[in-house]
């Protein structure tokens, strides 16, 4: 098993920047593709970003593709997801996700989550 906590969501104002981070325990983290997704209220759950398990390779939707960035220290069982540009229409619980060997941009196949942190972007 691993353990996802989700830190840094807030209100800010749009155009502003949230940096997001996301800690892991329990198993090796450098064993795990790791992504962001968000959801909104009757939503289904969209893909942000992802990183392979190296932090080597990065995937991002076309929606955030340029204001934001995925990484990881896996010295310090750390994901990170830096947030510029922010707009309103970025509002959303934030999850982490992890899936073990490979990096996906699908939601559904994750096998691990965190609770998720609320983003409010203020027009």
């Known amino acids: 098993q691993v353990q996802l906590v989700e830190s840094g969501g807030g209100l800010v104002q749009a155009g502003g920047s949230l940096r997001l981070s996301c800690g892991a325990s329990?198993?090796?983290?450098?064993?795990?593709?790791m992504g962001w997704v968000r959801q909104t209220p009757g939503k289904a759950r969209e893909f942000v970003a992802a990183?392979?398990?190296?932090?080597?390779?990065?995937y991002y939707a076309d929606s955030v593709k340029g204001r934001f960035t995925i990484s990881r220290d896996n010295a310090k069982n750390t994901m990170f997801l830096q947030m510029n540009s922010l707009k309103p229409e970025d509002t959303a619980v934030y999850y982490c996700?992890?899936?073990?060997?490979?990096?996906?941009?699908?939601?559904?196949?994750?096998?691990?989550w965190g609770q998720g942190t609320q983003v409010t972007v203020s027009s």
């Open positions: 329990g198993r090796t983290f450098s064993n795990y593709g």
């Open positions: 996700a992890a899936k073990e060997v490979v990096v996906t941009t699908t939601p559904v196949l994750y096998d691990y």
């Open positions: 990183i392979s398990s190296s932090g080597t390779r990065s």
